[in-house]
Structures are given as structure tokens and as C-alpha cells.
């Protein structure tokens, strides 16, 4: 059996020290290795090719978990089913920017379909 160690709180502190180092280390590398959301492994960029999602609206890149919630809570689906109302005669949608392929909403970030909707929906004004 070893022998009792004399323990004196500098040494107490050091080897603290040295144990979160090393425990914060192993989480960066794990984080790096790919141990972040599958969802934001799925739309983020390629990292080894550089390529884009193939169809840039669902590219969800810098938007946060709480936006994508506020989406779904908002109940926003890509083909709206309801005839007549659709993200593009909506009030609250913003129209692409010259060259972009989707719009967006004033109520969450990301992009949107035009031809999408959500319970929010509301009819343009004259």
C-alpha cells in the first residue's frame, strides 16, 4: 500500500488545474472529431468537398436550435397545403434577394419557400 501523501493545497490546486485542462482539451477534440448535432452535421457545408446543399433552402447553416424550434412550433412546412395561402402572399415573408433562391420570414431566421406556410399566415394588403 502506498504510503499517506502530504498534501499541501498548492499541490492540491496545481493538480485541479491540470485535470480541467485536460478534461476541456478532450472535449475540443471530441467537439472538432464531429460530435456536434446530426442536424447540424447534415446542413451544415461539406467540410472536405466545399459543396452546398444541393437545394439552398434547407441549408439551416448559423441558424441557431431555438430558431429552428420557433419554426417548428410555428408549424412551417416547405409546400403549403392550404389553397390560396402560401409564404409568397404573405405579409410576414420577405421575397429573395436578387440571385438568392429563398426568401425569408419576419418571425424566424432561415430561409423559406415561397410556396411554404405556417399557422402564422398572413394575406398581403392591397
Known amino acids: 500500500m502506498k504510503a499517506k501523501e502530504n498534501l ?3 499541490t492540491f490546486i496545481g493538480r485541479c488545474a491540470g485535470t480541467g485542462a485536460a478534461l476541456l482539451g478532450t472535449v475540443l477534440l471530441l467537439n472538432s472529431c464531429g460530435g456536434g448535432s446530426e442536424e447540424s452535421r447534415d446542413s451544415a457545408v461539406d467540410q472536405g468537398t ?5 437545394d439552398p433552402c434547407t441549408d439551416f447553416t448559423g441558424v441557431s436550435a431555438q430558431e429552428l424550434e420557433k419554426r417548428k412550433k410555428l408549424g412551417y412546412v416547405d ?3 392550404v389553397p390560396g395561402s402560401n409564404c409568397a402572399n404573405c405579409s410576414l415573408y420577405v421575397p429573395p434577394a436578387d440571385g438568392a433562391a429563398c426568401g425569408s420570414c419576419l418571425l424566424f431566421k432561415g430561409p423559406v419557400y415561397g410556396e411554404g406556410h405556417c399557422i402564422q399566415w398572413v394575406a398581403k394588403g392591397s
Not at 50 to 54: L, N, Q
Open 50 to 54: 466545399g459543396a452546398k446543399p444541393a
Open 79 to 81: 409546400r403549403s397545403e
Open 8 to 10: 499541501t493545497r498548492r
